[in-house]
């Protein structure tokens, strides 16, 4: 008999953390994409080369230097950061969407795993996947064209930070799209321009001063502008503000996330 006044605390089999489903999850996202390396990661690297390529041919040899450096080493950053976000945004909406329309969501959702860590799990495989493709590009980009990090710690937190963000947004996309249209638009009218529109092509120095001041409220123009400090040494801002602006908007995304697994909304049938 519990002893009058005396308070019933109720602890998972699995201890405060479920370490076991937690990363059986993570693995399993991670899988996910390995299982089709040629689309998810071999496809990414192809696409970036291309884009260097196309914008080099174009362009490269009348534009002249940007922010002191040519244009194609001032290109390279962007693209890469892009195509991380890209995929990260992918990995987390594609699984998550797929798992709604094949029904089998409830697989996810019924094993003794708490919101934290179902998002802490698909975390685990946006980022990864961003890693992956970051570090592909990034070879290729001083293979062929001789860059080298300049600084490879802050790259590398700007490339985690916005596979996170993306991740986290890919997430909350998931869970409002019922069908695979609805994700195209998402990506193709949101996250498509987001990642355009934000300084991957061009120093927002040479924007006017209303879109200046617009590309500064997007968030993944700090992530490519991180990124790019890290590659080459150059920014269009302050790095130490654009970790800040990219964690801040991290971990709100992720809340979002965390709420939505929290109370299964738009996920319990």
């Known amino acids: 008999m519990q002893a009058e006044g005396q308070s019933i605390t109720h602890e998972r089999r699995f201890g405060r953390v479920n370490w076991l489903g937690l990363y059986t999850l993570a693995q399993r996202e991670i899988q996910r994409f390995l299982n089709v390396w040629t689309q998810t990661l071999l496809a990414p690297l192809v696409t970036a080369g291309l884009f260097l390529v196309i914008f080099t041919i174009a362009i490269g040899s009348r534009r002249g230097d940007v922010m002191g450096v040519d244009f194609t080493t001032f290109l390279a950053p962007g693209i890469l950061m892009m195509t991380v976000i890209q995929n990260a945004f992918a990995n987390t909406s594609s699984s998550i969407v797929i798992s709604k329309v094949q029904g089998n969501i409830v697989d996810t959702l019924m094993p003794p795993l708490s919101a934290g860590e179902l ?17 592909a590009i990034a070879v290729a980009l001083w293979l062929f064209l001789d860059i080298v990090p300049q600084h490879p710690l802050t790259a590398l937190f700007f490339v985690i ?26 990506t193709n009218f ?9 300084g991957t092509f061009y120093s927002v120095e040479a924007l006017p001063p209303l879109l200046n001041d617009i590309t500064h409220l997007n968030p993944i123009f700090y992530l ?5 400090w890290g590659m080459i040494g150059v920014s269009d801002s302050s790095p130490l503000l654009g970790a800040t602006v990219a964690v801040v908007a991290t971990v709100a995304v992720n809340l979002v996330a965390w709420q939505f697994f929290r109370t299964g909304y738009r996920l319990k049938a």
């Open 161 to 186: 930070i916005g596979a996170a963000l993306l991740s986290g947004i890919g997430m909350v996309a998931g869970v409002f799209a019922e069908k695979f249209d609805q994700m195209a638009a998402i």
């Open 224 to 228: 490519i502008d991180g990124v790019r």
């Open 119 to 135: 998002v802490l799990g698909y975390l685990a495989g946006g980022i990864a996947r961003g890693l992956f493709v970051a570090v």
């Open 190 to 198: 949101i996250v498509t321009p987001l990642a355009f529109l934000s």
